[in-house]
């Protein structure tokens, strides 16, 4: 059972928009930046945004990040049937002193 | 090109040990932290260590500590993962990966713990 918790599984059409909630508590999101993070079997993750809303050099502005209080959101409009992969949320949880991520996302475009 | 890649993994018996490596290039490795991130077949990513730039600090997940070490050569930029008492659970891929965001990731090493 993951710290963070994110829905299983989300969907949409090709064009349209998702979003991907991700939720914490104070001791994790609540006073931590949150990453989000892209992976396809067998391949690297891959980072999307950091720092809850800011996306490295080479990520579409397709993909953006909110944060409030003890929770998180990840948006990816113009969906596209590359963005098809597994979603995942992580932070730093100064309780437990150790990482933490949600369970995962798969996004499936359909 | 920034670049990690991890070796080392491999079938192990319970109770058995493997030392995981992580070779960096493309940055100046001694400037970040480091960490290891496993996912289990069918599982999401778990984190289980990490540690500072220049060795000094280091952290574990609680399903692991006591049994994995984390260290670093920053002359060989190498980060390493010396794994002990190995159990089935253990089995996963392996990531190393950049800085306190995660900011890049290896191909990951798989390690596999059965009898």
Known sequence: ?110 | EVQLVESGGGLVQPGGSLRLSCAASGFTFSSYWMHWVRQAPGKGLVWVSRIKSDGSSTSYADSVKGRFTISRDNAKNTLYLQMNSLRAEDTAVYYCARGTSYSRWGQGTLVTVSS
């Open chain 1, 1 to 110: 059972q993951s710290v963070l918790t994110q829905p299983p599984s989300v969907s949409a059409a090709p064009g349209q928009k998702v979003t991907i909630s991700c939720s914490g508590s104070s001791s994790n999101i609540g006073n931590n930046y949150v990453s989000w993070y892209q992976h396809l079997p067998g391949t690297a993750p891959k980072l999307l945004i950091y720092d809850n809303n800011k996306r490295p050099s080479g990520i579409p502005d397709r993909f953006s990040g909110s944060k409030s209080g003890t929770s998180a959101t990840l948006g990816i409009t113009g969906l596209q049937t590359g963005d098809e992969a597994d979603y995942y949320c992580g932070t730093w949880d100064s309780s437990l002193s150790a990482g933490v991520f949600g369970g995962g996302t798969k996004l499936t475009v359909l």
